[in-house]
């Protein structure tokens, strides 16, 4: 595998169709300016020592130097092999209730957004673990399935939003049973569910799954996210808030007693999401308890630099460069390679 260590500096490349140009032009002004003195013909017969074609040479040896310099600087690697390693972890699936009432705002600065940043400070705290990421509402879907890859994890977790579901509801039981099968099947490796809903409308079957997944060996936790005084759901694209069929406001409210029995069945913690780090907090060091065994991730090894062979190559163009004369070399001046004179 090849790769760049510091890859910003390939930009530099881009000047180089500047340079060739500001070249180019001035070629053209220099021969324009000698053609002013006379025929070029017979300015070349008046100067027999000048050549026509070393100072492009020279030109395009530099040229090459400086667009090799900025590969150089760019640090080109090549990785030998793909190497299965082993590290203490866990696995954690996430379940992110995307429905429409989690765009409530009783939660800074919506339920949602708070949730997705919450996410990402959990996978920050992770280094040995593995993570993947179920995303439901009246259905539930894999958005990314468990891996070590936290720069990944964290790219999908930005593309996350209520539109990605079209069938409203909170399959909380759906979202758990999908998470249970969607472990490595490793044996003796710590697995956790960490759920994050508000709980509202909930469909049925999610304790029944919550204790099938404890009987499996996996912990299921829950956070719930808002308040149980309730917010109204703003309405995308306007300024107010979504109402029924009778024109009321919509109020969601946080269904903490079904969360808490989730949990409970799930042989995990509730924890409530406010507008404070504590539920981050808290669900780390819970899964920072859990048995953590050897987890197989595999991953390239054995970067090796490969600036050295790009530095020789600059370093030859260069001596060259300066070992070419821009006038014929007079030692060479009766050798005619290229003509039929003798």
């Known amino acids: 595998m090849f790769r760049f260590e510091e890859p910003a500096y390939l930009y530099l490349l881009l000047l180089l169709p500047l340079l060739a140009a500001f070249y180019l032009y001035s070629n053209y002004r220099r021969r324009k300016n000698i053609r ?21 040479v020279k030109f395009w040896m530099v040229f090459a130097a400086i667009g090799l310099f900025a590969v150089l600087l760019a640090r080109p690697q090549f990785g030998s092999k793909l190497e299965t390693v082993k590290r203490q972890g866990v696995e954690v699936m996430i379940a992110l209730d995307i429905s429409n009432s989690m765009l409530a705002q009783d939660v800074q600065p919506s339920r949602l957004q ?10 920050d705290k992770m280094e040995n673990d593995k993570v993947g990421m179920i995303v439901f509402a009246g ?20 593309s996350i939003d209520p539109s990605l579901i079209s069938k409203q509801g909170t399959a909380i039981g759906a979202a758990i049973n999908l998470a249970s099968r969607s472990f490595t099947p490793q044996e003796g490796v710590g697995r ?18 919550a204790k099938a997944a404890a009987e499996k060996g996996i912990q299921v936790n829950v956070l719930g996210v808002g308040m149980p005084e309730g917010a109204p759901i ?17 109020v969601t409210r946080l269904n903490e007693q079904m969360c808490q029995e989730i949990a409970k069945a799930g042989n995990g913690i509730y924890v409530r999401v406010d ?5 981050q907090k808290a669900i780390s060091q819970e899964v920072n308890k859990m048995a953590k065994a050897d987890v197989e991730t595999q991953v390239y090894t054995e ?35 290229f003509s039929n004179k003798k």
Not at 36 to 56: C, E, I, N, T
Not at 194 to 203: F, K, R, Y
Not at 275 to 279: L, M, Q, R, S, Y
């Open 303 to 337: 970067f090796n630099e490969q600036f050295q062979a790009v530095a020789w190559i600059i370093l030859l163009l260069l001596l060259a460069e300066m070992l070419i004369l821009e006038r014929k070399n007079p030692l060479f001046r009766n050798i005619h390679l």
């Open 234 to 250: 703003p309405a995308e694209g306007t300024n107010d808030y979504r109402r029924d069929r009778d024109g009321n406001v919509i």
């Open 192 to 209: 956790a569910v960490i759920v994050i809903t508000d709980g509202e409308n909930h469909e049925g079957g999610a304790v029944e799954a």
């Open 275 to 279: 507008n404070t780090n504590g539920a």
């Open 114 to 123: 708070k949730a997705k940043r919450l996410v990402a400070q959990l996978v």
């Open 139 to 158: 259905d539930a879907f894999t958005q990314l399935p468990i891996t070590s890859d936290y720069i990944s994890a964290k790219m999908f977790l930005e």
């Open 36 to 56: 002013k003195f006379g025929d070029p013909v017979l300015m070349a017969q008046l100067m027999p020592d000048v050549s026509k074609y070393r100072p492009d």
